[in-house]
């Protein structure tokens, strides 16, 4: 019997592992993306329209692949998170191309803290005061970041609140795609329900603000084409279908690891160099969140221990 036991708790580990893995494999992948995003050579409401153009068809085609499919109960549950992703599609990318990769993705950083504050109302966990501290440390961190940046490595103020919007809205997306797969929805079948309300938003929006739409180069198409495969059907489709089992703050912690991809290769590609003070931000920002979550994940251990 406890023979028996202890080969289904491998299984259940294993195939949590899984699901981990794939979180990490999307992360990297969300990683590159900026770096396609800012090699491109047209306006930012031409690459949105363009990634959105190209991304729409492969998901869809995922969804009938991979045994989903869209339907009119699906649509009407994904309109919100659909508004939100176009939302956070637009502000993204015109972040990227308005401030320094370094200070875009970092400022992304920030989610984890967001998640906190959410996710006790929507999923019953308690928040510590230790949990506030390293909070609002990260929150100082990324302050350190924007702040010693100035004009240096391509930052600009403007592009780093474009990045902060960006950050609240993909949040209540990320929060509510979580709870949609929860409720059992096919992750291809929502993805492809997103893309399509997205495609409402975004289309009219690269039509009327874009003024080069036909100024694409093969190096431009290329990097969409990445952008739809690497960030897209990879990062999108294996985080959206490892959030019915990664619990959503781990989540937000493996997203830590896409700034440093991001401001690495930044680094060696566009020689985007960071200054000393804001190396240090970074430090903070991602050691006080790794403390955050490090913490969560000790106080739910606890109360599963007490449960028991």
Known sequence: MSVSLSGATRRLQGRDDIHVIAAVTAVFAWGIGPIFNKAMTVSTPSIVFYRMLVGLPLMIAMAYRTGGGLSKDLMKKTALPGILFALSFITGFASMKMTSIANATLVTTLQPVLVLFVAPKLFNEKIRARQLWYSALSMVGVLTVVMAA?????????????????????????????????????????????????????????????????????????CVTGMAV??????????????????????????????????????????????????????????????????RRTSAEAALEHEV
């Open 150 to 222: 100035a004009s240096t490595s391509g930052a600009h103020l403007s592009g780093d609140l474009l990045a902060v919007s960006n950050v609240v809205i993909w949040t209540a997306y990320f929060v509510l795609a979580k709870m949609r797969r929860i409720d059992g929805m096919h992750s291809w079948s929502f993805l492809a329900a997103v893309f399509t309300w997205a495609a409402v938003v975004v289309f009219p929006f690269g039509l009327i603000a874009s003024n080069d739409l036909g100024a694409m180069t093969t190096k431009d198409w290329l």
């Open 230 to 295: 690497g960030p897209g059907i990879v990062g999108h489709g294996l985080m959206t279908w490892s959030q019915s089992h990664v619990d959503v703050t781990l989540a937000s912690l493996l997203g830590l690891m896409s700034p440093v991809i991001s401001t690495s290769l930044a680094w060696l590609i566009f020689d985007q160099r960071l200054t000393p003070w804001q190396i240090v931000g970074a430090a903070v920002v991602l050691s006080a969140l790794a403390l955050l979550v490090r913490e």
